[in-house]
């Protein structure tokens, strides 16, 4: 039943953000995703469920305190520490709740559309003063699509501006229904050619790209092209200028942002025992950036850098 009683499963909710949309906003990420980008820095919204986030750094040696709590037997010794068997874990936070060193925490909370409202709602004064208001992300906020709709819905109700930070992988069906309720679409295109995509990604662009061209021709949101700029991964003329005939090809243009590769979320990924393979890129320098954006001008789009 869709209703403030719709639960979803949230990794966490920012106030103050001015990266996610125009003004002061609060950014809700929500946990999902169907793609595996290799650049992620957010690996923790990729998987739907509740996860445990393990800092060996913090955990006591010998202590093994959490070992005898998991009843799925997920934990173990190793060494002097221990190791999370993560096909075994349900994401109970058993552990997690005798760990008084906050070695083990839990990753994602299951929330009702009320709660999240409560949150965003002591941010208003906010929304009001810098034209800013709420944005759903993730992850892909449409993968828990119930209920970032009601939410999305319920924001508008009271007068909130949206917006929706989207892959774009959904289906068209359902993202046509999410746009009814947002004012501001921040959509990203991370490569032109479908093979690519799919090894960067892992999945196609071609649903990606299709779903862009029909926002473009059937809705007026604030649609912005959100493009990763992974240095020697998608920045090449080629690329860029297959993105610029893209863009210049749809019915109305949407606002072109780029975001420079970072490594900000490399240690989540061994928090969360998995391996980040781009281990030896480096961002770019802000000149490199610039050459980006000099280049796209050249084939006719004229990006913004958002550092
Ligand atoms: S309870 Fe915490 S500190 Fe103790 S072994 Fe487990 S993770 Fe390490
Ligand atoms: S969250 Fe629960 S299932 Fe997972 S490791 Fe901790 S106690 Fe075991």
Same mark, same amino acid.
């Given at each position: 039943?869709?209703s403030?009683?719709?639960?979803g499963? /949230? ?14 906003? !609060? !950014?809700?990420?929500? *946990? ?7 650049w992620?820095?957010? =690996?923790?919204?990729?998987e739907?469920? /509740? ?9 006591? =040696? ?21 190791? /999370?068997?993560?096909?075994?874990c ?12 906050? &070695? ?7 929330m ?16 009001? *003063? ?7 992300? $993730? $992850?892909? =906020? ?13 924001? *508008?109700e009271? $007068? ?9 992988y ?5 993202l046509k ?10 959509y ?10 799919? *090894? ?10 299709e ?20 240095? $020697?991964?998608?920045d ?14 749809l ?9 420079p ?8 990924? !061994? ?21 980006? &954006? ?8 004229r ?5």
């Open positions: 039943m869709e403030k009683l719709q639960k499963v /949230i990794v966490k909710i920012q106030r103050f953000s001015i990266q996610d949309g125009p003004g002061i906003r !609060t !950014t809700v990420f929500l *946990k999902g995703c169907f793609l595996r980008c290799l992620c820095s957010n =690996p923790e919204t990729q739907p469920g /509740i996860e445990v986030e393990y800092s060996k750094e913090k955990c006591i =040696p010998q202590c093994y305190e959490c070992v005898g709590q998991c009843d799925a037997k997920a934990i173990s010794k190793d060494g002097e520490y221990i190791a /999370i068997d993560r096909k075994k349900s994401g109970c936070g058993r552990c997690v709740e005798v760990c008084y060193r906050k &070695a083990l925490t839990v990753v994602g909370e299951e009702d559309v009320a709660e999240v409202l409560n949150e965003i709602e002591k941010d208003r004064p906010f929304y009001e *003063k810098s034209g800013g208001g709420v944005t759903l992300s $993730g $992850g892909e =906020p449409l993968y828990q699509h119930r209920f970032a709709v009601e939410l999305l819905r319920q924001c *508008k009271r $007068g909130i501006s949206t917006a929706l930070d989207t892959t774009g959904v289906d068209w069906d359902i229904n999410t746009l009814e309720y947002t004012d501001i679409v921040l990203d295109i991370k490569h032109l050619d479908p093979e690519e995509h799919k *090894k960067l990604t892992g999945v196609s662009n071609d649903v990606i790209l779903n862009a061209r029909r926002i473009s021709e059937k809705f007026f949101p604030i649609l912005i092209f959100r493009i990763p700029v992974i240095p $020697g991964i998608n090449n003329p080629k690329n860029l200028k297959e993105l610029a005939q893209f863009v210049r090809s019915s109305n243009l949407p606002a072109i942002h780029l975001l590769y970072h490594r900000l979320g490399v240690f989540k990924y !061994t928090r969360l025992g998995r391996e980040y393979t781009l281990k030896n890129l480096q961002p770019p320098t802000r000149d490199y950036i610039r050459r980006v &954006a000099e280049l796209l001008e050249t084939f006719g789009i990006p913004l850098i958002v550092t």
